[in-house]
T-cell receptor
Framework: DGGITQSPKYLFRKEGQNVTLSCEQN?????MYWYRQDPGQGLRLIYY???????QKGDIAEGYSVSREKKESFPLTVTSAQKNPTAFYLC????????????FGDGTRLSIL | AQSVTQPDIHITVSEGASLELRCNYS??????LFWYVQSPGQGLQLLLK??????LVQGIKGFEAEFKRSQSSFNLRKPSVHWSDAAEYFC?????????FGAGTTVTVRA
């Protein structure tokens, strides 16, 4: 079945450490997205990519970095510069173009040790 | 930029009762609109989408939504709620190549 796989499901970060969240899709979608979800704040866009080797900052990109070397993969790195990284992170993908619905993975919960 | 507002943070409904979740949009022209559901610890699942045409849209899991231009609303409804419908529900609208989400409505189902 086609879908989006996020790993790991749970991740713990030590102070000063960078961690990378994996997102892989086999839906043949060109566009991919990363969201952060905090209680009571809905979803906030971190980064998005419309095509391989290109990506744009979303609303809360500070302290995060991404790469898009393959169509299927869009990893997110939470750097030590992100001072409040504890959240639920969701990856999504869609067909390229405006007005497309997005399909979501099951998320990664990141916590601080 | 287009946006959506979900006025209700939390709704409690009895199993078997009807459910209506509110979503208001701000946009002059006819928008594209989506409803998503999120079960605890899971990702978001698309329930239904409105692009144009019929104002009453049928979705999965027995949900429907009605687009009302005069009220700038796209409310989600279900005639009879099941315990498995306890979840968080998000309304969303496209903004260029992105989606803007409402803050979400948490639905609790009591026996």
């Amino acid at each position: 079945d086609g879908g989006i796989t996020q790993s790991p499901k749970y991740l713990f970060r030590k102070e000063g450490q960078n961690v990378t969240l994996s997102c892989e899709q086999n839906l043949n979608h060109d566009a991919m997205y990363w969201y952060r979800q905090d209680p009571g704040q809905g979803l906030r866009l971190i980064y998005y990519s419309q095509i391989v080797n290109d990506f744009q900052k979303g609303d809360i990109a500070e302290g995060y970095s991404v790469s898009r070397e393959k169509k299927e993969s869009f990893p997110l790195t939470v750097t030590s510069a992100q001072k409040n990284p504890t959240a639920f992170y969701l990856c999504a993908s869609s067909r390229t173009g405006t007005n497309q619905p997005q399909h979501f993975g099951d998320g990664t919960r990141l916590s601080i040790l | 930029a287009q946006s959506v507002t979900q006025p209700d943070i939390h709704i409690t409904v009895s199993e078997g009762a009807s459910l209506e979740l509110r979503c208001n949009y701000s946009y002059g022209a006819t928008p594209y609109l989506f409803w998503y559901v999120q079960s605890p610890g899971q990702g978001l699942q698309l329930l239904l989408k409105y692009f144009s045409g019929d104002t009453l849209v049928q979705g999965i899991k027995g949900f429907e939504a009605e687009f009302k231009r005069s009220q700038s609303s796209f409310n989600l409804r279900k005639p009879s709620v099941h315990w498995s419908d306890a979840a968080e529900y998000f309304c969303a609208v496209p903004n260029d190549y992105k989606l803007s989400f409402g803050a979400g409505t948490t639905v609790t189902v009591r026996a």
